[in-house]
């Protein structure tokens, strides 16, 4: 029994409760997209730019409304082949609003930094994500999808967005970094975002400039499939430095057992990573380690 995105609307603007349960037969997963030879380098190194993006909020209706908005045009093929077309967008007073929301985020001493900051940016952040949500649920709507391929939609929408990388101190130039990061920001001087309190964006924040590094998208992904109700986890690694998004469906490939639960690895800084691949370089799952759940 696994749980579906839900057949109702989600209303991000208030507490999420928990949509229908269904019972599905997952299909056989398909790793004839996977790309097994790809290094670390190459999870970071998505400079690709599709569809437009607007850097200065535009108006936008809503019902019979019109209001200031952040709206990305985004299209992308998921890691089955399926085309997608959405508009990711989030509301201009929601940005101002949660510009400075650290500073009133006060860790806990000698507890885990990382599972608390995550969980404030999603407790945060998530139901200012409705329009975002609304742009999914309207493809679940259109499409029928199973719940393993809503998932893969909405991964592979994060994935297709260009890596940019998220530093707590100043961005410099690209001879101050190590070589993946040095090519990226040759290819792209702008795939840098500097003085981000933690090194870190916020779900709103990401939505408004699309730039992120891996920790800033697990953190959306996590708030938006959590959102429709998935059994979702973050995992970090100190030893890769990176971070992945866990999801406990039934599937082939990594995973991570935790609290008696699967949760497949999922890549998220790279097009062509399918639920369950990762790239070989850092594929010791035993370096791996889940620091936040939206389940018990």
């Known amino acids: 029994m696994t749980q579906t995105p839900g057949p109702n609307k989600p209303n991000a603007r208030r507490k999420f409760r928990p949509f229908v349960t269904l019972f599905f037969i997952v299909m056989v997963f398909n790793f004839a997209l996977r790309i097994s030879n790809r290094t670390a380098t190459d999870t970071k190194s998505n400079t690709d730019t599709t569809a437009s993006s607007s850097i200065e909020p535009v108006w936008i209706y809503q019902g ?36 400075n929301q ?12 990382w599972g608390a900051l ?15 949500l609304d742009a999914f649920y309207r493809i679940y709507q259109s499409e029928q999808l199973s719940p393993d391929r809503f998932a893969d939609m909405v991964v592979s929408c994060i994935q297709d967005i260009p890596y940019a990388l998220v530093f707590q101190d100043p961005c410099l130039g690209p001879e101050a970094y190590e070589k993946w990061m040095n090519d990226l920001l040759v290819a792209c001087p702008d795939c840098c975002i500097g003085n981000q309190p933690y090194g870190i964006q916020s779900p709103v924040a990401f939505i408004q400039t699309l730039k992120g ?3 800033t ?24 430095r990176h971070s992945i998004l866990g999801i406990n469906l039934p599937a082939a490939g990594q995973y991570k057992l935790f609290r008696g639960k699967k949760y497949m690895a999922w890549e998220t800084t790279a097009k062509f990573y399918p639920m369950g691949s990762l790239p070989q370089s850092i594929s010791n799952m035993d370096l791996w380690h889940v620091v936040l759940t939206n389940k018990p």
């Open 64 to 99: 019979e409304d019109s209001i200031s908005a952040y709206l990305h045009e985004r299209q992308w093929r998921d890691n089955y082949g399926k085309s997608y077309a959405a508009d990711l967008a989030v509301r201009t007073k929601d940005v101002l609003r949660l510009q």
């Open 102 to 113: 650290l500073d009133d985020f006060h860790p806990e001493p000698n507890k885990p930094l």
């Open 118 to 132: 995550y969980g404030y940016f999603v407790e945060n952040d998530q139901p200012s994500l409705d329009l975002v």
């Open 213 to 215: 590094d891996c920790d």
């Open 217 to 240: 998208r697990t953190v959306l992904i996590f708030s938006i499939l959590s959102a429709f109700n998935f059994d979702v986890a973050i995992l970090n690694s100190d030893s890769y």
